[in-house]
């Protein structure tokens, strides 16, 4: 990956955004307004890791109040700037907007290495900072509700909603204040999976639209479908997981070591493991190793998910690229540069803003659950239960025939917490994405699927504002 030293992540999210704003007839301090960032919070703190005391570097950004809370993960790495979290925040903005949750953007980072750490030294690390957001009224569940990002997961957002109630003793929705938070301690069943599975929703929308698939050349729909996944993170592992079992042919899986390739396809869970004994996933059964993890962005075939980090697509290597289409799993993976070459190409980007809304969107329902005080399911399941019961029993009574057993136990069954979450994030990929084609096709001068995603946004923040008025 070669990127300039002087490449702006939050300037490639602006470009994006100009780029839509174009085929808009807002006024221009409205799009001005939508394309800064609310509010920065720069910060650094004090903590005592063995006999020594550092001073930690962390950041939350909101982007956008023209919705309340905000909403955006917090990430654990050394890669954590200022422009980075702005970035992040703004693509936050616009990705709640295309999906219809009604979240302002945000984003938070603290610059370490997780791994050097103990899980008590992170521990204090995280209490420290969100006590830190707490003093600025930068989290709260009318405010601002952080969530899991990279290097961080359901312990930390645990920790981060201990020390909330702790210094809010009696806020009834306190829960609320953070989001991607264990089970048992007010998380939502389908968290963990919700953004693979809303890459694969969002992918399999688009590849079941005839007139699409009829301009790459390619049949309708997932099954037989060469899909090449870059990362095997969270992200990455469920979107060939999904894909797999959808009928396509998972043919590489890339990592920061290397990738490896299998004509016939490759188990994500098989690879996972042998990662996890190994170290590596090169020299995996059956697979061919790739020294690489750029030889396997440039292998061909018909769908490539980039799953990592920033800007693994730019300038340099998107002439290289094969995929018919690539679904942008990762935030950022794509360059501008990229996008105009791979545009030029014909090839088919499906964009980050709102294909990675997966996470945020079981997010919307995991904040919901908090301030209902109770969770999906239970009170309907077994009313509908029985209700299905009924209603198969009297069709049986009135043809004299039997309902085979599986499809009688498939028609009984009420939905649980997690089937209702799979079936939410399902409905709201498969809406956003026909949202965005619509808005392509009515203007065929748009030149790109994440311009006409941004021309959705961008109308629809606008309309707040518009809706709203500017106070005083």
């Known amino acids: 990956m070669i990127v300039s030293a002087d490449y702006s992540f939050f300037d490639s999210v602006t470009k994006s955004f100009d780029k839509a704003a174009r085929f808009t007839s807002w006024d221009l301090g409205i799009l001005e307004q939508i394309k800064a960032c609310n509010s920065i919070y720069s910060m650094k703190f004090p903590v005592r890791i063995g006999d020594n005391i550092e001073v930690i570097e962390a950041y939350r950004v909101q982007h956008s109040h023209h919705k309340s809370p905000c909403k955006g993960g917090i990430r654990f790495s050394m ?15 616009y990705k709640c907007a295309i999906v219809n949750v009604p979240f302002g953007g945000a984003k938070g980072g603290i610059k370490i290495d997780p791994k050097k750490y103990t899980a008590f030294e992170l521990e204090k690390i995280t209490r420290r900072y969100t006590s830190e957001l707490i003093k600025k009224n930068f989290i709260g569940p009318g405010t601002d509700v952080p969530a899991p990002d990279y290097g961080t997961g359901a312990r930390e957002m645990a920790w981060i909603l201990d020390t909330y109630v702790a210094m809010h003793p009696g806020e009834v929705d306190a829960a609320g204040c953070v989001t991607g938070k264990p089970v048992s301690q007010g998380g939502v069943r389908g ?3 919700a953004t693979g599975m809303g890459v694969f929703f969002g992918i399999r929308e688009v590849c079941n639209m005839v007139d699409v698939m009829e301009k790459l050349g390619l049949p309708t729909g997932i099954e037989g479908k060469t899909v090449v996944v870059q990362g095997l993170g ?8 999904y894909f797999r079992e959808g009928g396509a042919k998972v043919i590489a899986i890339a990592e920061w070591e290397g990738a490896i390739y299998n004509a016939d396809g490759l188990n994500e869970d098989d690879v996972f493991q042998h990662r996890k004994e190994n170290g590596t996933i090169l020299n995996f059964p059956g697979g061919t190793n790739l020294p690489l993890t750029s030889d396997a962005l440039e292998l061909e075939c018909d769908i490539l998910i980039p799953a990592a980090l920033e800007n693994v697509i730019n ?20 360059t501008p540069e990229a996008d105009e070459i791979l545009s030029l190409k014909g090839t088919l980007v499906v964009p980050d803003m709102y294909l990675n809304a997966g996470g945020v969107t079981v997010s919307y329902f995991e904040w919901l659950k908090n301030l209902s005080h109770v969770r999906y399911g239970r009170l309907e399941k077994r009313f509908t ?6 209603i198969i029993g009297q069709m049986e009574d009135l043809t004299g025939k039997t309902v085979d057993p599986k499809e009688k136990k498939f028609i009984e069954h009420g939905a649980d917490e997690i089937d209702l979450v799979h079936s ?27 311009t006409a995603a941004y021309v959705c946004a961008i109308n629809k923040v606008a309309t707040s504002y518009a809706e709203l008025g500017i106070f005083p």
């Open 385 to 390: 239960e029985n209700m299905n019961k009924h």
């Open 234 to 241: 969270n992200v990455g592992y469920h979107s060939a997981k």
């Open 79 to 93: 890669e954590v700037n200022q422009d980075e979290v702005m970035a992040l925040a703004a693509l936050m903005t």
């Open 191 to 193: 968290r963990t999976e």
């Open 424 to 450: 939410g994030l399902e409905e709201t990929m498969v809406t956003a994405t026909r949202e965005i084609m619509e808005v392509w096709k009515a203007h065929p001068d748009i030149p790109d699927m994440r």
């Open 315 to 334: 300038g340099q290597n998107a002439p290289r690229i094969k995929a018919k289409i690539i679904g942008e799993a990762a935030n950022g993976p794509l």
